[in-house]
């Protein structure tokens, strides 16, 4: 059954292009057709990049925000044994 189905589409289409009024139609319409196709994927490749920025940029500044403190707890703990031997503490 999808033989035929196909078969006479291309039929329809093989008398649409002989048409001289349909054929300018029917190749716009296919490269429109074309041109939503490949803007989307552009669209999709231009979408995944930034969010690997963005995911990149996220985990980069929580990640500097945990190392400096932690550098602010250990030089705290430092002065405080400092302290402490001195007598200070």
Do not use: T
Not at 55 to 65: A, Q
């Amino acid at each position: 059954m999808w033989g035929f189905i196909l078969f006479n589409k291309s039929i329809l289409m093989k008398k649409l292009l002989k048409n001289r009024k349909a054929s300018p139609l029917l190749e716009e319409g296919l490269l429109l057709g074309i041109a939503a196709v490949a803007f989307s994927v552009v669209l999709s490749i231009v979408a995944g990049v930034l969010l690997g920025i963005k995911g990149y940029y996220s985990s980069f500044g929580s990640n500097m925000g945990n190392s400096l403190n932690d550098i602010l707890k250990q030089i705290g703990d430092i002065l405080y044994q400092i302290g402490k031997w001195l007598g200070i503490g």
